[in-house]
């Protein structure tokens, strides 16, 4: 995730140089910040809450084109993948353009990736309109929201991030029964059609993240605004194309520097006055677009000092394996059901919608008791990881429907550590590179979901199980845990140690 100029609670300028005393916004932590929650949330059930449900279409993608489960779960995971990769290079987006047109453009993306997808004829085609362009498109999206969310909370930041990502779990369970309704109804074709239109609503998401308005207190600013506010614009050019008189008695400037034969068509003074704004225009494009690439840059690829830091490498290494145990029950479990002869029963009440259930009062729960004093959030997270890893585990042993819905509740209330995630990145790398270590932890994230779903069928093809899928994930992820664990042991006793080194010295 990147923020730009970011220091929350307050707004910037775009001349750095600049002295001038910042004061807070009135609209932290309250007002239309608000606002922008509810635009986040729905973009999560948009996004996020839709590549849940994919599982869905994938069922409908193996029987119309006859491909192996490998290669068709790829069209999923790619969009899944494509999503979350891209996160760190969206910033250059936002920092040239803003938030907001970021995730309208996005929006429009995403939904043309998805009529577009409507006409596949081969699962190819679906990599490149549903995988990389769908994916590319809510990446666009995904990221403004979360970051404007960031921007507009300080004091409440967790509980504002906490709300908008339970639509993740409300949109899973939403977009489920949408789209097996659309596709029973209307075929897949005609489904993706429909969901395209839905998905235009990120627009609309996308025009409530409004930019917080420059906020400051500066000697002489009152005077320089009454001095803008007074100088003669172009719009307010009288038909002789004569301006108003300067009010200190001097000559007063002329709007269009012309003959005084042509300063009389205001047409053309209107032309000229038009091309000068296109100008200025381009040229604070110019400007923006060089300073977003500088400060993208600099954010980036001149944070080398993360990888320092041997507790965030091994984060970053679970970060690879942890996405893919989540994501490949969301992927497979409606093919599952059906190899079980279990349809009927999953029709009625789909396991995927008991997962999402869960996951929503897993993220609220776990947070409320890491927040307890007495309680570490690095032991919640941890717990909650082992939890996930035995669920993964115990997954292909169960073969009725009371015992897999049991497991997946487990597995989403386990996965509610997600929203803790944020919380222990800060607590390796620090509040300033924040931004920055968590849009690595998001690309690894994405990396994981895009390598999962199709390494899962792939082993299907050749076991024509799904049992081995599972124990492999779960052995990987269990091996991330692990070199996450010793870290943290290590970090512990080096901790230990200096203070015994200080309290010695004293």
């Not at 429009?108 to 498109?137: D, E, H, R």
């Not at 034969?261 to 381009?282: F, I, S, T, V, W």
């Not at 409606?334 to 259930?357: C, G, H, K, M, R």
Request: glycine share 10%; aromatic share 12%.
């Amino acid at each position: 995730m990147y923020t730009s100029h970011e220091d929350i609670g307050f707004d910037f300028e775009d001349d750095p140089k600049e002295k001038k005393t910042l004061k807070p916004h009135p609209d932290i932590d309250g007002g239309w910040a608000w606002m922008i929650v509810l635009s986040s949330f729905f973009v999560h059930i948009l996004i996020m809450g839709s590549q849940m449900a994919l599982g869905v279409l994938n069922v409908e993608w193996l029987e119309e084109f006859h491909q192996s489960r490998g290669l068709t779960a790829w069209v999923s995971s790619l969009s899944m993948g494509v999503t979350l990769i891209v996160g760190p290079f969206i910033g250059l987006f936002i920092n040239t353009c803003g938030c907001r047109w970021t995730a309208i453009v996005g929006g429009v993306v995403n939904a043309l990736g998805w009529v577009l997808s409507a006409y596949a004829a081969s699962v190819s085609y679906l990599f490149v309109t549903f995988g990389v362009a769908a994916g590319f498109g809510s990446g666009m999206a995904y990221l403004p929201a979360v970051v404007m969310v960031s921007r507009y909370f300080q004091k409440r930041r967790a509980l504002a991030q906490g709300l908008s990502t339970t639509g993740t779990g409300f949109g899973t369970f939403l977009m489920t029964v949408l789209l097996k309704y659309l596709c029973a109804e209307y075929g897949w074709r005609n489904a993706m059609f429909i969901q395209g239109a839905v998905s235009l609503n990120l627009c609309v998401c996308g025009a409530l993240l409004r930019p917080l308005a420059a906020v400051e207190d500066r000697p002489g600013s009152a005077e320089q605004d009454a001095a803008v506010l007074a100088a003669p614009s172009a719009e307010s050019v009288k038909p002789d194309g004569l301006g108003g008189a300067d009010r200190g008695g001097g000559p007063a400037e002329e709007p269009c520097a012309l003959p005084a034969a042509e300063r009389r068509d205001p047409g053309r003074c209107r032309r000229d006055a038009c091309a000068l704004r296109a100008l200025k225009a381009m040229g604070r494009l110019t400007r923006s677009a060089r300073r977003g690439f500088r400060d993208w840059y600099a954010g980036y690829f001149g944070t080398a000092s993360l990888f320092t830091n041997r507790m965030f490498v091994a984060f970053i290494f679970w970060a690879l394996f942890a996405y893919s145990s989540f994501v490949i029950p969301f992927i497979h479990l409606p093919e599952i059901v059906n190899l079980y002869n279990l349809s009927e029963q999953n029709d009625a009440f789909p396991l995927t919608s008991i997962i999402a259930i869960l996951h929503i009062f897993g993220k609220v729960i776990l947070g409320i008791v890491a927040d307890l004093p007495c309680i570490s959030v690095w032991n919640v997270f941890l717990v909650a990881n082992f939890s996930l890893v035995i669920s993964i585990f115990i997954l292909p042993l169960i073969h009725s429907y009371t015992g897999l819905a049991a497991i997946c509740a487990l597995i989403g209330f386990s996965s509610g550590y997600f929203s803790l995630m944020p919380v222990v990145t800060e607590d390796l790398v620090g509040i300033e590179h924040l931004a920055n270590a968590y849009g690595i932890i998001i690309c690894a994230n994405g990396i994981s979901a895009l390598l999962g779903p199709p390494f899962a069928g792939w082993i299907y093809d050749i076991t024509q199980k799904y049992d081995f899928s599972f124990y492999i994930c779960g052995l990987l992820y269990t091996v991330g845990l692990l070199f996450l664990l010793i870290q943290l042991c290590v970090r512990i006793i080096a901790q230990s140690r200096k203070k015994y080194v200080e309290g010695a010295c004293v």
